[in-house]
């Protein structure tokens, strides 16, 4: 597939700023978008993402999400004097706006709907979208918080109309909450939106009693909004890695959505003057990555927030280099989650209980029969390991999977002059009920604290897992060890080389993410390994 990662960005969105003194909006600045652009550009990233142009949204598909009302109102500032625009700017809460934002804002959600036919049509497998003005706040009515058009949402509702699509997830991790994305979905069960947000109590902006855990959507969409707010800054890479894999990717694997939006402010990050919180800018390659196995790979991230002109064009940067198949970072200072986020996290769950069955297990042993964790911690040195550190990922087919792992692990745990220093085995189980929510709530939090420098996955004859969810556990496991990931495969046949793209994608092992991959290995019941270069 020639499919690529497609990159939003018009210049023409810089080209606003804030004419008058407001300490609030003073952070709101053209660079966030040319640091960030630049960014892409300097790491040789821009080039190798598809360049889509953006277009202005229609006033019919910006009427998707906001009132006839407001968007005259709105189309009106164009020609304004500074002082119309002040006093227009009194109505609304935390916002500027200037002569040429309207059509800024055109753009900024055209963008976003551009990428989703990229992406949707399959011309595109992922992407991002570098906008200006961000969009999350912004309501039916209402410019908010820097936003004028709610750009998520209009393309949320664009894909439902243009594409049929039938479940959408929206999520926001923006250090803010985006009510307006709320607002405009809490009664409707196909938009799942998830956001967490700086909270404390409600003493923070935009202090909303509908931001707190206990707000989970209304009527037929009750269960279809979920509110993580974070009740002290500081929080780090652990609790954001935490609400992942025990709240966000079980419900949302549930839902099963068709398309995933991301609402990303990285104004999450450390060093942001709104944030103030201390995960580090690596930390979004581990979110994107996780949310890619999603929806069968259609991602779409939205740039919303983000202040600190250091930690933005990195942030965007580790997210870009995921998107694009690039190996994701080994996890750094992971030391659980703190107190206060597990305090949130338990009181989320608590409250989706009633609505998602993956959450009706908490305070229960489950049994996962069949299901086979081993780590192994030494100095490791051998063939296979040597030649997985050069090809990142391999896939053996071998006549008894017991006798490879035996070897494997043999091979691997024997020498002192390795530069790998540990294994991760996920042995796969006949029994599939529960297997993804071990996955989710055991395997990737045990894996993120063993920071494994090997995967090895076993897939034994006879294993009741569909091809489908072989490849998601696959995929979700190579956000370990640089992805250097080898799969064992009982070979119950003939390989037929001409089809060996369709047998990795089998495998979950993807050619086109991963084109280091590039071998199969063959065990011999001697215990030779052979190889063929593909």
């Not at 909006?25 to 550009?41: D, F, G, M, Q, W």
């Amino acid at each position: 597939s020639e499919m690529g990662t497609a990159l939003v960005y018009d210049e023409e969105m810089t080209r606003y700023k804030l004419l008058w003194v407001d300490p609030t909006c003073k952070i709101e600045v053209p660079e966030r978008l040319t640091v960030s652009h630049e960014a892409l550009v300097g790491s040789g990233l821009a080039d190798r993402c598809v360049s889509i142009p953006v277009r202005e949204a229609t006033d019919a598909e910006i009427l998707l999400v906001h009132s006839e009302e407001y968007l005259e109102a709105v189309k009106r500032t164009p020609h304004m004097s500074l002082e119309d625009l002040m006093e227009f700017t009194l109505q609304y809460g935390d916002v500027y706006f200037h002569p040429n934002i309207y059509h800024c804002a055109r753009l900024a959600a055209g963008a976003a709907m551009q990428l989703v036919d990229g992406v949707v049509m399959g011309k595109m497998k992922n992407g991002m979208a570098l906008v200006r003005p961000p969009g999350h706040h912004s309501q039916r009515s209402a410019a908010n918080g820097f936003c004028v058009f709610n750009n998520v949402a209009i393309a949320a509702r664009y894909a439902q109309q243009k594409y049929n699509i039938k479940r959408v997830l929206i999520v926001d991790w923006d250090v803010h909450h985006g009510q307006g994305v709320q607002y405009c979905f809490e009664d409707d069960p196909s938009v799942l939106y998830f956001s967490w947000h700086r909270y404390e109590h409600q003493k923070f902006w935009p202090n909303l009693r509908e931001s707190d855990y206990d707000s989970v959507g209304k009527e037929g969409g009750a269960g279809f909004t979920i509110n993580v707010p974070w009740n002290k800054v500081g929080m780090t890479n652990s609790d954001y890695l935490s609400v992942f894999c025990h709240l966000l990717l079980p419900v949302a694997y549930e839902f099963c959505p068709e398309l995933v939006l991301v609402c990303a402010g990285f104004d999450s990050a450390i060093g942001d003057p709104e944030g103030e919180m201390c995960a580090t800018p690596d930390v979004f390659a581990h979110l994107t990555h996780l949310l890619m196995n999603l929806a069968g790979g259609k991602l779409c991230v939205v740039l919303e927030g983000g202040y600190n002109l250091t930690s933005l064009p990195q942030s965007v940067c580790h997210t870009v280099h995921t998107l694009l198949g690039d190996p994701i970072p080994r996890p750094v200072n992971l030391s659980g989650p703190c107190t206060s986020a597990l305090e949130s996290l338990q009181c989320v769950r608590s409250a989706h209980k009633p609505y998602w069955s993956c959450l009706g297990h908490a305070g229960r042993i489950i049994s996962f029969a069949g299901l086979h964790l081993y780590f192994f911690c030494s100095d490791l040195q051998a063939d296979v390991v040597y030649l997985l550190t050069q090809i990142s990922s391999g896939l053996a087919l071998v006549p008894d999977v017991s006798t490879a792992v035996t070897c494997v692990v043999q091979h691997v745990t024997v020498s002192p002059s390795s530069r790998i220093d540990s294994v991760c085995v996920f042995q796969g189980c006949s029994d599939v009920a529960g297997v993804l929510q071990a996955v989710l709530g055991l395997l990737l939090p045990l894996g993120y604290e063993f920071d494994p420098s090997f995967v090895l996955l076993v897939r034994p004859s006879g294993c009741g897992l569909s091809d489908i969810l072989w490849q998601q556990l696959t995929g979700l496991l190579q956000c370990f060890a640089l992805g250097h990931t080898l799969v064992l495969i009982q070979n119950i046949g003939t390989l037929i080389v001409c089809k060996h793209c369709d047998l990795f994608c089998w495998a979950g092992l993807s050619l086109e993410a991963k084109p280091q991959l590039s071998t199969l290995f063959f065990l011999s019941t001697s215990g030779r390994w052979n190889l063929i270069k593909l």
